[in-house]
């Protein structure tokens, strides 16, 4: 299970990220702010086990002002399973309420020092122990992440890149092997775009590509191009 944890989120979520990243239109340049978001959340969930104590929080108490500053990171975060909202509204201690966002465990367990699951954690976490990590309005968490300007609205940029991209890599696991893009690129598909709008049809008639071949370029081409 220890094992498991640990490969989802070197191995999944953070590859996740990158895979999304051209799918989300005018949204792809927030996933590295996406990115930054999400490892202040868990290093300073995870503060509290350097600081002696046993098992960090797996929720987070984040103040409405911060959530409504980073709308959109927070629903990128969400929709890849980084967080989940578990209540609207909660006060926090230090003044102003906010939404409760439960944490990956895999990304919480990631951060953790001794990257140890223990008896004590689940118990804690299944028992909803200890209280969520609070981040308030005037704390400095988050002062370092910036928003960038987002472009004119062009399509998904998925479209536009090489079909290099498709190589298999941790984003795209059972993707192309160099001579499989070797063959595309010779008959001039170039880019995802081309792949995604060339029939079977056509790429039947290149050298070594079959039924099978063209299943597989599909699969990885619906991979690449739907959310």
Known sequence: MNKCLLDMATAHYWPLMEEVAPKLGVYEPLVEPAREVMEII????????????????????????????????????????????????????????????????????????????TFEMIDQWIGALPEPAEFHVSGQAFHSVQLPPLPVEHGLAILDKSVTVLGKSAAYPYGFTDNLIERLTAAGIATVGQLATTDDQTLDQIDYIGDVTIKRIREVVYQAIWM
Do not use: M, W
């Open 42 to 117: 868990v290093e300073h969930t995870s503060r509290s086990v350097r600081d002696g104590r046993p098992v960090a929080p797996d929720r987070a108490l984040i103040h409405r002002q911060i959530v409504g500053q980073y709308t959109k990171i927070f629903e990128i975060l969400e929709y890849l399973g980084f967080l989940s909202r578990r209540e609207a509204s909660r006060a926090l201690k230090s003044g102003g309420r906010g939404p409760v966002f439960a944490i990956n465990l895999c990304n919480l367990l990631d951060s953790v020092p001794s990257k140890r699951l």
